[in-house]
């Protein structure tokens, strides 16, 4: 099967959906795709239904949390998962540290590959009070992934290049306890000033072998490159 994971660049709602990319994001031919930074408002039904017209008709999105006393109670972006193959929801333990991160969280299954993808976005904190929980729970839930076929996918927001990138020493101890990443050779976000950082990843377990991985952009929909690879069991 294919697998994709694609930033929509919703900014928290700041820019519109642009029906386009799910046009763009049917182009990839991926069995699965995990959309992060999604902010659905008025138009998430016409989204799911080009979706679910072109055969991805399997369509899971993550909850949104109760508010948290104290903490940025904004609509946060969310995780879409829109695959042609079954999904079932995974059971998360999701921590209650911020409002923000349990919804750029969505687990699931597909039952017929015994397949667990946990679609994920890292939220770009400005303090090490919220990164530092929340790549604790990643390498936490990593861990108890790693005995079965598993994938994690998504907007880590952290450079492989990048010794100093914050959460970088938990993301070098889940390569270093079973999981391997998928390299496209090529970076996923285009930020200002031709910046350039590979920051969207797959993961996966040694159940799994990943290949062919390749970036797709498109610069008049998203600031990031959908990133594609196959996934063998």
């Keep these: 099967m294919y697998i994709a994971t694609w930033n929509l660049?919703?900014?928290?709602?700041t820019r519109p959906v642009l029906m386009e990319a799910a046009d763009a994001a049917i182009a990839l031919r991926a069995d699965v795709l995990v959309f992060t930074e999604?902010?659905?408002?008025?138009?998430?039904?016409?989204?799911r239904a080009t979706l679910a017209?072109?055969?991805?008709?399997?369509?899971?999105?993550?909850?949104?949390?109760c508010e948290i006393a104290g903490?940025?109670?904004?609509?946060?972006?969310r995780i879409f998962i829109a695959s042609k193959l079954p999904l079932a929801p995974m059971t998360l333990d999701l921590v209650p540290f911020d409002r923000q991160f349990p919804a750029n969280l969505l687990g699931v299954t597909l039952p017929a590959l015994g397949l667990s993808v946990l679609g994920v976005r890292v939220p770009a904190y400005n303090t090490g009070r919220l990164l530092f929980p929340a790549w604790q729970w990643i390498?936490?839930?990593?861990?108890?992934?790693?005995?079965?076929?598993?994938?994690?996918?998504g907007d880590l927001n952290i450079q492989v290049s990048s010794a100093r990138s914050r959460g970088g020493d938990h993301?070098?101890?889940?390569?270093?306890?079973?999981?391997?990443?998928?390299?496209?050779?090529?970076?996923?976000?285009?930020?200002?000033?031709?910046?350039?950082?590979?920051?969207?990843?797959?993961?996966?377990?040694?159940?799994?072998v990943i290949s062919d991985a390749v970036c797709v952009r498109h610069n008049?929909?998203?600031?990031?490159?959908?990133?594609?690879?196959?996934v063998e069991l």
Excluded: M
């Design 9 to 13: 660049n919703h900014q928290g709602g």
């Design 38 to 47: 999604f902010f659905p408002r008025q138009h998430e039904a016409q989204f």
């Design 53 to 65: 017209n072109a055969g991805w008709t399997e369509q899971l999105i993550s909850a949104l949390p």
């Design 71 to 77: 903490q940025d109670n904004r609509e946060p972006n």
């Design 139 to 153: 390498e936490e839930t990593a861990a108890s992934l790693r005995s079965s076929p598993a994938i994690i996918i």
């Design 171 to 208: 993301f070098r101890r889940i390569l270093a306890n079973g999981w391997h990443r998928a390299e496209p050779g090529g970076a996923t976000f285009f930020g200002y000033k031709g910046k350039r950082s590979e920051i969207d990843h797959v993961l996966a377990t040694i159940h799994c």
């Design 220 to 230: 008049a929909i998203s600031d990031h490159a959908a990133l594609v690879c196959r």
